[in-house]
C-alpha cells in the first residue's frame, strides 16, 4: 500500500466519526464537539477535501462569506479538517484539539448564541507528469473561492448555543450543493475564449484549459484589414472583462457601501465608471487595440501568476506561446513583441512585471501598479534572507509580531502568523487557496510529498534557508534585475519597466519597490529609463494617478495607460512597423 495513503487514511480514522473528549496542548479538556455527516442524496462515493465548520456572531450574511484573513478582529470563526474517504452518514469530529481562526481553539470561544454552517471544499486526485498524485480543488468556474465554488457541499446556517465548557455534541449536516455558475456571454465587444493547452496537459496528467476575455477595438469588424496592437490586462479570475459596461448605469441599483474605500454607494461608481470606459472605448480618436484578461485559474489559486512553476506547470510558456499567439490570430493581431504591453494591479502587477522580466523579447513596456513583493528581501515585512522568522522580530528578552495588514494610518488588523494560520485552517498544503500559500506553490519546490515546500513553518514561523534561495534565483525579480542587467537584460528592458504604489500600501507592497528603485536609479549601462512613482499616504492598490483617489483611479486603468503605450510603441517600433492600418 502507498505509505503516503496509508498515512492519510490513519489521519481519517483519527477524524471521523465518534470522538472522546481529549486534553489540548494547554492541558485543558475540550468538551464541546461539533460532528458532520453528508446523506447518499449528495453523494454515495466517498468525499475528500476541506471540511470547515463555520462560526459567526451576525447573521448579517451566511458564515462564510464572514471570514477575513486580514481583518482578525473583524472575521468569523474557522475550523478545518482533512477529510479523505469520508462516507455518506459517517461523522467528521471538530473537537477542541482542531485548529481554529481567529479564535486558535474552540475553547477560546466566548460562550454565547452564534450562527453556525459547516462546508465542504471538495477535492479531486491529480496524477501529475512528475510521479506525483496530489488531492487539489479544481477551479470550477469562481476563480478558487472556497466559499463559492461549485460542488463544495455546505449546511443551511442556524444559531447555535455555544459553551465550550459544556460537555455536548453539535450535529450539523450538509444539506446541498452549491450550484453551477453559468457562463458569461459575448457581445458586440467581450469576447470569451478557451483553449486546450498541450503543456498544461502533459504536466497536470488531465485535459487543462486557458481562457482569455477579449475586448474588440470599435470598429473591429468595419476594418478587415487592420491589425492590431495587444493588451494583457493582467489580475484575479475574471468572468468577464473587468470594468467594461455597455449599458448605461442601473439607476435602480440598491446602494452597497464599500468597506475597503469607506464609501455608501461604490457599486453605483463602479457602473458608472464601467460605462464610462465604454464610452471613451467606443470615442473617436481613442487608441485602437486588443486588451485581454487571461484565465489561468488552477487547483492552487485563482490564477497562475504567469511563470512557469514546479507545482503549477508551464503556464508562463503556456499563456506566452499557446494563448497569446491563439488570441492574435483569431483577432487580427499584429503579433511581434514590439506591439505587445501589459500592465495590472497587485498580483497583476506582479504579473506584469514578472513577464515583461522573464520574457522581455515579447512585451514592450509594462504598467505595474501595487504588485505584489518584487523583492524578497521585503516579503511583506520579513527578509526572508535574514530573518531567522517570519512571524516575530526576536531580540535577546523580547519579541514582536510583524504585521501583515495596515490602514493608510498604520493601524494594524492581522499580523503575518494570523494571516497564514488562517490559511492553515483553510488548507493544508498550501491547499487554501490564500495569498501566502500562492506564493508557495507557485515559487517553492516540489517537496517529497508532492505538495509546495514551505518556505517557512506555518505554526512557527521559522524559514527554510534552501527554499528561500529557491525563490531568489527564479522569482525575485529585484535580484533578478540585479543579477542579469549588465548581461544583456538591461538593453532589452530599457524604456520598458513603470512602477507605482502607495506608501501606505495596506500589505507593505511599498517596501520592495524602494528596494527595487535603489538598483533602477543607480543603472547606467544602460540606464533603465522607466518610472517608479509613489501616492502619498495611499493603500493598495494606488495606480499612479495622482488627480484622483484611489477609488476612482483604480477602475481607470485603460485609459490611464492607453495613451502611453501608444506612444512608447510609435517610438520603438522597428523600420517598417505597421503603426497606420488600426489608427482610424
Known amino acids: 500500500m502507498n505509505p503516503r495513503r496509508l498515512a492519510a487514511s490513519c489521519a481519517v480514522l483519527a477524524l471521523v466519526g465518534a470522538a472522546a473528549p481529549r486534553t489540548t496542548a494547554a492541558g485543558e479538556t475540550a468538551r464541546l464537539r461539533f460532528a458532520v455527516r ?154 470569451h475564449v478557451r483553449i486546450r493547452s498541450e503543456r498544461l496537459t502533459r504536466f497536470w496528467g488531465r485535459p487543462m484549459h486557458l481562457g482569455a476575455v477579449v475586448l474588440l477595438p470599435h470598429g473591429f469588424d468595419e476594418h478587415p484589414d487592420a491589425r492590431y496592437p495587444l493588451v494583457v490586462f493582467h489580475g484575479h479570475f475574471p468572468y468577464t472583462f473587468d470594468g467594461f459596461r455597455e449599458e448605461p448605469p442601473d439607476p435602480a441599483l440598491p446602494c452597497e457601501y464599500s468597506e475597503r ?51 503549477l506547470g508551464p503556464y508562463g510558456d503556456a499563456i506566452q506561446y499557446e494563448l497569446v499567439p491563439f488570441v492574435e490570430k483569431a483577432f487580427r493581431g499584429l503579433g511581434q513583441g514590439w506591439a505587445r504591453f501589459t500592465y495590472g494591479g497587485s498580483t497583476g502587477g506582479w ?65 503575518l502568523e494570523q494571516s497564514n494560520r488562517a490559511e492553515l485552517v483553510l488548507g493544508t498544503r498550501s491547499r487554501s487557496g490564500g ?67 502607495g506608501d501606505m500600501d495596506n500589505y507593505y507592497l511599498n517596501n520592495a519597490v524602494y528596494l527595487v528603485e535603489e538598483f533602477l536609479e543607480k543603472t547606467t549601462d544602460p540606464p533603465y529609463a522607466g518610472e517608479v512613482d509613489y501616492g502619498d499616504r495611499a493603500e493598495h492598490c494606488w495606480n499612479g494617478d495622482h488627480s484622483r483617489p484611489n477609488a476612482i483611479s483604480r477602475l481607470r486603468y485603460v485609459q490611464m495607460f492607453a495613451p502611453r503605450m501608444i506612444e512608447r510603441m510609435e517610438k520603438s517600433a522597428p523600420p517598417g512597423a505597421d503603426l497606420t492600418s488600426w489608427r482610424y
Open 38 to 191: 453528508f446523506p447518499e442524496s449528495l453523494s454515495r462515493e466517498p468525499l475528500q477535501g476541506r471540511l470547515l465548520l463555520l462560526i459567526a456572531a451576525s447573521p448579517a450574511t451566511e458564515p462564510r462569506f464572514q471570514v477575513r484573513e486580514t481583518n482578525a478582529p473583524e472575521s468569523g470563526q474557522v475550523f478545518g479538517l482533512d477529510v479523505e474517504g469520508w462516507k455518506p452518514g459517517e461523522e467528521a469530529v471538530f473537537d477542541g484539539g482542531v485548529l481554529g481562526y481567529p479564535a486558535e481553539a474552540l475553547r477560546d470561544v466566548k460562550p454565547g448564541r452564534y450562527h453556525v454552517q459547516a462546508l465542504l471544499h471538495r477535492y479531486e486526485n491529480f496524477r501529475r507528469a512528475d510521479g506525483h498524485v496530489v488531492n487539489l480543488p479544481m477551479d470550477r468556474g469562481e476563480g478558487q473561492q472556497w466559499s463559492r465554488a461549485p460542488g463544495n457541499l455546505l449546511s443551511t446556517p442556524r444559531e447555535v448555543a455555544i459553551d465550550p465548557s459544556r460537555d455536548e455534541v453539535v450535529r450539523i449536516d450538509l444539506e446541498s450543493a452549491i450550484p453551477p455558475i453559468p457562463p458569461p456571454r459575448d457581445t458586440q465587444y467581450v469576447k
Open 261 to 311: 474605500f469607506r464609501l455608501d454607494c461604490y457599486n453605483r461608481t463602479q457602473q458608472e465608471l464601467a460605462h464610462q470606459l465604454y464610452r471613451d472605448w467606443t470615442a473617436p480618436g481613442f487608441p485602437r487595440f486588443i486588451a485581454i484578461q487571461v484565465q489561468h485559474a488552477n487547483p492552487y489559486y485563482d490564477d497562475s501568476y504567469a511563470v512557469n512553476s514546479e507545482n
Open 351 to 415: 504579473e506584469a512585471l514578472a513577464v515583461q522580466v522573464l520574457y522581455p523579447d515579447e512585451w514592450n513596456g509594462c504598467w505595474a501598479a501595487c504588485p505584489d513583493p518584487i523583492d524578497f528581501r521585503a516579503y511583506v515585512t520579513t527578509n526572508l534572507y535574514e530573518d531567522e522568522n517570519a512571524y516575530w522580530a526576536e531580540g535577546p528578552f523580547g519579541r514582536v509580531a510583524r504585521p501583515a495588514h495596515r490602514n493608510w494610518l498604520g493601524h494594524v488588523s492581522a499580523t
Open 435 to 501: 495569498q501566502f500559500d500562492i506564493w508557495e506553490a507557485v515559487y517553492s519546490p516540489v517537496g517529497k510529498d508532492g505538495y509546495p515546500r514551505r518556505i517557512f513553518d506555518k505554526r512557527t514561523g521559522v524559514v527554510d534557508r534552501e527554499v528561500a534561495a529557491h525563490w531568489r534565483d527564479r522569482y525575485d525579480l529585484g535580484h533578478i534585475l540585479r543579477r542579469d542587467w549588465s548581461k544583456g537584460l538591461g538593453t532589452k528592458l530599457q524604456g520598458k519597466i513603470h512602477i507605482y504604489c
